[in-house]
């Protein structure tokens, strides 16, 4: 399985690995900058994801945010980085729900 290749960043395009479940059942566990192990996959977003708090303690993507089936909603498709910055603005209006005059929101 091949991974995105880190080295060559793209302007305005924030990456994030997903750790699957301990028990290879291939579940969505963790969404983290980086996987080393129990690499799921990893999206790309033009959003940064913000810290999570978690009852009293506070959750980022540099130590890991954990995740459940709510926290998903995965579409069943592959794109590359370029078919996905061309297809942005086509899957925000699909997926977003207007937050206020002329900005979104990610329906989740």
């Known amino acids: 399985c091949e991974r995105l290749n880190r080295n060559l960043p793209i302007e305005g395009v924030n990456y994030y ?17 980086r996987v080393m192990v129990n690499h799921w996959g990893t999206v ?7 810290p999570r708090e978690v009852g009293d303690k506070i959750s980022t993507t540099a130590e890991g945010i954990d995740m459940d089936e709510s926290d998903y909603n995965y579409l069943g498709e592959t794109l590359s980085v370029s078919e996905y910055l ?17 900005n979104l929101e990610m329906g989740m």
């Not at 790309?44 to 913000?50: A, H, L, N, T």
């Not at 297809?87 to 002329?102: A, F, H, I, M, T």
């Open 86 to 102: 061309e297809k942005y603005d086509e899957l925000v209006r699909e997926y977003c729900e207007p937050k206020e005059e002329n």
């Open 17 to 33: 690995d997903i750790r699957h479940d301990d028990e290879c059942r291939g579940d969505m566990a963790q969404l983290k900058d």
């Open 44 to 50: 790309i977003s033009k959003e940064r994801f913000e």
